[in-house]
């Protein structure tokens, strides 16, 4: 079986499949909660990463073999940095953080990748940049905190939470060095072979309970292939294209969209109100990310 991704060079196509990304990303929320009723976070983590991998064995089970070692070296921190490492900073930051904070902290990431392309590939960071990023991030901030500012800071959450969003970025910066003869099906499961191999000692450790029986809930495997098929599979197949045409920092400032569409489905599924605050950080969002993607509006 073949996968196809070679009509990326359409700006319609690539800016509908950044938008998909993102808002399959932002409605995860609700699978995650649901499932936490029956896994920890780190079984969850486990188990989409194991049905993504097999779909992509499935789809081509041929020996992937790197062209040099540096090139196994950025599949290695692909997988470690946009999969592994970076779930469990976030998962255990919201152990010891409010998910306020925890939101606010994750949403930088598209900043700290212009930092980190910045002194890893030599992008350069512009004004213009800097401006949107900060229009974002305080959109995300009325959005996060919806006229409600209570900011209680907890030191080794937080912490977490920064680490996590600079785990991202370095993915995303990592991603874009990768030989662009890869396809995007090898880049992938080279990926999530690495963060399950990197998983693999946690099975043997407290944070790993085995109980099969759950997995003949309905609610369970319907969360679960949503997350494993459509959060993991297709999103990252799709990101590595976006990743590849947009550049890291461009494609990243689209996540700043998350806590709009998050709020969207907040209000639709569980009732949230949305406030003036919340349009406001909505429209900020808009603006931030229309002037990161623009470069040359003030020229």
């Known amino acids: 079986m073949k996968i196809k991704i070679d009509n990326f060079d359409n700006k319609p196509i690539l800016y509908s499949a950044t938008f998909l990304v993102i808002l399959i990303w932002s409605i995860t929320f609700i699978s995650t909660k649901t499932l936490l009723k029956y896994f920890a976070p780190f079984e969850i983590i486990f188990f989409r990463y194991v049905i993504a991998y097999l779909v992509f064995w499935i789809i081509d089970p041929h020996p992937i073999m790197p062209k040099n070692f540096r090139d196994e070296l950025r599949f290695i921190a692909c997988g470690l940095f946009g999969v592994s490492i970076n779930f469990m900073l976030e998962n255990t930051a919201l152990m010891y953080s409010t998910a306020a904070n925890v939101s606010l902290i994750v949403s930088a990431a598209p900043m700290l990748t212009g930092i980190v392309a910045h002194f890893l590939i030599k992008e350069k960071l512009t004004p213009k940049f800097l401006i949107g ?7 995300v901030f009325l959005i996060v905190f919806n006229g409600r500012f209570i900011l209680k800071l907890n030191p080794l959450g ?6 996590a969003a600079l785990s991202f970025s370095i993915f995303s910066v990592t991603l874009k060095g990768i030989d662009s003869s890869y396809k995007a ?8 072979f690495y963060a399950l191999l990197s998983l693999f000692p946690f099975l043997f450790t407290p944070l790993f309970k085995w109980k099969p029986s759950v997995f003949l809930i309905p609610e369970v495997y319907g969360h679960l292939l949503f997350l494993g098929l459509f959060a993991s599979a297709l999103c990252f197949l799709l990101w ?3 990743i590849r ?7 990243n400032n689209f996540i700043y969209f998350s806590p709009i569409l998050t709020m969207i489905f907040a209000a639709i599924i569980l009732d949230e109100k949305i406030t003036i605050y919340a349009i406001g950080g909505g429209f900020l969002i808009l603006m931030g990310v229309y002037i990161t993607q623009h470069q040359k509006l003030f020229n």
């Not at 937080?158 to 680490?163: E, P, T």
């Not at 099906?185 to 999530?192: G, L, N, Q």
């Not at 947009?246 to 494609?251: I, N, R, T």
Request: with cysteine.
């Open 245 to 251: 045409k947009l550049g890291p920092v461009k494609a």
């Open 185 to 192: 099906t090898h880049i992938t499961r080279k990926s999530f």
């Open 158 to 163: 937080d912490l977490l939470a920064i680490f």
């Open 240 to 242: 590595n294209q976006v």
């Open 133 to 139: 990023c900060l229009l974002a991030t305080s959109g």
